[in-house]
């Protein structure tokens, strides 16, 4: 089992270029979320998803598009890279049920020039 | 809204001292708590989750966290710090409305000294 797996791990982007961060999990999940992580703010959720073919926003989700189209897959699109997206981002990935664990990915550390 | 505070960024405690970490939540609902630790460079990883009914949950390398509603808080402990607990520190809440949405706090740093 490999878990949650994230690519890639670091990215420069340029202002205004577009990039997608990609997330897998083989955990069969239902649900699947993106956060991003800031100094002293900790994890803030972008957006998540419920299931296939189901997503929606987050606490900060301007900026950022999902799609959800396999139960493994869970890509987050960068449409016009800002400076202050730069950040660590996370993938996560749960079972049905808010007691349950999350299982993050090891974060892609994007800066944005 | 759910919502959890943790007091202090930066924690600092002397090898085999007790290590406490606090948090403090609060929710109109009986709340779903977790603690998850961020070791350098690496995603995150469950440390104890709070289970309705108890209140005092023990969790993986020795830390335990205590629930007291009385107090709406959920702090994290360790009876004796080892360097290797060098780390990050998130405590965190699920929201209700679907899709175990976590809303975290703002993390504690904490340093481990010979």
């Known amino acids: 089992n490999a878990g949650v797996t994230q690519t890639p791990k670091f990215q420069v982007l340029k202002t205004g270029q577009s990039m997608t961060l990609q997330c897998a999990q083989d955990?069969?999940?239902?649900?699947m979320s993106w956060y991003r992580q800031d100094p002293g703010m900790g994890l803030r959720l972008i957006h998540y998803?419920?299931?296939?073919?189901?997503?929606d926003q987050g606490e900060v989700p301007n900026g950022y598009n999902v799609s959800r189209s396999t139960t493994e897959d869970f890509p987050l699109r960068l449409l016009s890279a800002a400076p202050s997206q730069t950040s660590v981002y996370f993938c996560?990935?749960?079972?049905?049920?808010?007691?349950?664990?999350?299982?993050f990915g090891q974060g892609t550390r994007l800066t944005v020039v | 809204a759910q919502s959890v505070t943790q007091l202090g960024s930066h924690v600092s405690v002397s090898e085999g001292a007790l290590v406490l970490l606090r948090c403090n939540y609060s929710?109109?609902?009986?709340?779903?708590l977790f603690w998850y630790v961020q070791y350098p460079n690496q995603g995150l990883q469950l440390l104890l989750k709070?289970?309705?009914?108890?209140?005092l949950v023990k969790g993986i390398n020795g830390f335990e966290a205590e629930f007291k509603k009385s107090e709406t808080s959920f702090h994290l402990t360790k009876p004796s710090a080892h360097m290797s607990d060098a780390a990050e520190y998130f405590c965190?809440?699920?929201?209700?409305?679907?899709?175990?949405?976590?809303?975290f706090g703002t993390g504690t740093q904490l340093k481990v000294e010979l």
């Open positions: 929710s109109s609902v009986p709340p779903y």
């Open positions: 965190a809440v699920s929201s209700t409305g679907g899709g175990n949405k976590l809303t």
């Open positions: 996560a990935s749960t079972q049905r049920g808010r007691n349950t664990e999350a299982f």
């Open positions: 955990m069969n999940h239902e649900y």
């Open positions: 709070y289970t309705t009914g108890a209140t």
């Open positions: 998803s419920v299931g296939a073919g189901i997503t």
